[in-house]
């Protein structure tokens, strides 16, 4: 046993048939393992503690003859069963060849006799001992003294798995790795460790768990976007590390994006989403030169100001910043602004598209001249209402933080309206409304912020939301007879910004395109 047993592979994809169920048939396993090599994963995990009725020699015979693929058979935690019972359970998994066993360090007791009965049986089969860290991540040293305790039980792979509370706990987990002698399985469960997840690879992890469609398992990543989007397959120690700061982060399609294209023009890099609760704390822990750029979201786009080294001087004026980038000479952290001309060069071109230049010709813009009537005043309706005035409209905001608003008008030279007053407000002819709020985004997608019997006095209503890709607002303006531009295209411009500052090269925007058009 040890390292010399176990050959390090690239990582393994493993599908956990019955995590979300407590009682599971062995019809609906088999079906589920068929299913599962559909979907790309390499293994399957099966725990006996949830098989319905669960007959050792019956059951294992039928799951391990029938198997499409190799399978990873978890014994029950060890205070549940009788422990001849869950003994002579795990033998016969060892007889019928199970590919790989896992027990609780808690009951590594009875590694030597499985060890000893997988020689008499001439089974290849691996044993991992694993261990379930509750609570919050324990500090580096203890951590390490885990996995050097499991390593003494001597099963050929260890798995720890702890319980993140903060995104800048994984720093920990993926320190752990270099100290390993035998393979690891390593991750932490929840929103906040999803990167220990899909980052695996980068630092040598063994598995990496991916969920079934139509059987997802809370904040696991699904077999069809790790084979699909982030394909772990191409990750090593030199793929670069970009990501999404947001909280939360789940309705982000990033990934779905960014990924394909990195690998479009060859460029050896994964983009990821992050959790952040605290600015601060995530930047100084995570300062590491591979981790080379990032989007920034919601609700950080302005504050993260204070943890650039340099600002551009667009973002600067505007106030806010979506991109950041590490800069390979130095290390520091340069903040960008690519909102602004994505959203209002996606509506200047929406107008143009319908003859609607009429709006003023001295800047060459039809926004020049029109009133433009923003909701919102957070980092999204910055680079909105600083473009919208570059272009000499006419700028009207209405936040639900009036002093916000207010401040954000006196930039621009704009006026500010109490945001109780928009339900009644009557713009003007030609007026164009932008949303810049969460407001109709998934999942609360039957909300608008403005009343639906005003829509039809706008020239143009733009979205910033962009999941869904028709909101409701758009909907109703568009039954309106308004010209409507969403979301998904200020997304697709201000991200083929991000990608030109993330690697140095040109994005392949028709590849791009083509991406949002079939996924979003």
């Known amino acids: 046993m040890g390292s010399n047993d176990v050959r390090k592979p690239s990582v393994m994809v493993c599908a956990p048939i019955t995590a979300t169920q407590r009682s599971v048939s062995i019809e609906q396993i088999v079906n589920d393992m068929h299913q599962a090599k559909a979907e790309g994963a390499d293994l399957v995990e099966i725990k006996l503690d949830c098989i319905t009725n669960f007959n050792p020699r019956r059951d294992l015979k039928i799951i391990l003859q029938n198997k499409p693929l190799p399978v990873l058979i978890v014994d029950w935690p060890k205070w549940e069963g009788d422990e001849n019972m869950r003994l002579e359970a795990l033998k016969l ?22 060890v000893e009965h997988k020689r008499n049986h001439n089974s290849h089969g691996k044993m991992i001992v694993s261990c379930n860290v509750d609570g919050i991540t324990p500090p580096q040293e203890e951590l390490l003294q885990l996995v050097a305790q499991m390593q003494a039980a001597r099963a050929d792979i260890i798995k720890l798995v702890t319980h993140a509370a903060d995104i800048t706990e994984i720093i920990r987990i993926f320190n752990l790795f270099p100290h390993c002698q035998v393979p690891l399985i390593a991750y932490s469960v929840g929103e906040r460790g999803l990167i220990s997840h899909i980052l695996s690879p980068k630092f040598g992890g063994f598995f990496v768990y991916g969920s079934l469609a139509g059987n997802p398992i809370p904040v696991v990543p699904s077999l069809d976007s790790l084979r699909g989007a982030y394909k772990l397959e191409h990750v090593n120690a030199d793929t670069k590390v970009f990501g999404l700061i947001s909280k939360p982060v789940s309705h982000s399609k990033g990934p779905i994006l960014h990924n394909p294209s990195f690998r479009h023009v060859n460029y050896n890099g994964i983009y990821v989403p992050m959790f952040v609760d605290d600015l601060k704390e995530f930047f100084s822990t995570y300062p590491s030169p591979d981790i080379c750029g990032f989007s920034v979201g919601i609700p950080y786009k302005e504050e993260v100001l204070r943890f650039c080294d340099e600002v551009h001087p667009l973002a600067q004026s505007i106030g806010a910043v979506n991109t950041i980038i590490r800069r390979p000479t130095d290390g520091k952290l340069v903040g960008y602004n690519t909102d602004c001309e994505s959203a209002i060069t996606a509506i200047e071109d929406a107008l143009n598209d319908h003859g609607c230049n009429d709006g003023g010709t001295s800047l060459g813009s039809p926004l020049a001249g029109r009133l433009f009537v923003l909701v919102g005043a957070g980092g999204a309706a910055k680079a909105l209402a600083f473009g919208a005035k570059s272009r000499g409209a006419r700028v009207v905001i209405f936040d639900i933080d009036f002093d916000r608003a ?9 006026e500010v309206q109490p945001y109780k007053e928009l339900v009644s407000f009557q713009p003007e002819k030609g007026a164009i409304l932008a949303n810049a709020t969460p407001v109709g985004m998934h999942p609360n997608t039957d909300r608008i912020p403005v009343a639906e019997a005003t829509l039809g006095e706008y020239l143009l209503v733009f979205d910033a939301v962009y999941t869904p890709r028709r909101t409701r607002l758009l909907k109703e303006a568009d039954a309106a007879g308004a010209i409507t531009v969403g979301g998904v ?23 791009m395109r083509q991406i949002v058009l079939s996924k979003f």
Request: net charge negative; charged share 20%.
């Open 93 to 114: 998994a060892v007889e019928l060849v199970a590919d790989f066993i896992e027990v609780e360090l808690e009951a590594a007791s009875c590694l030597p006799t499985l």
């Open 489 to 511: 295209e200020m997304f697709l411009r201000q991200a083929i910004g991000q990608f030109n500052l993330f690697t140095g090269l040109q994005a392949p925007e028709e590849f």
């Open 406 to 414: 207010k401040s954000l008008a006196c930039d621009v030279h704009g």
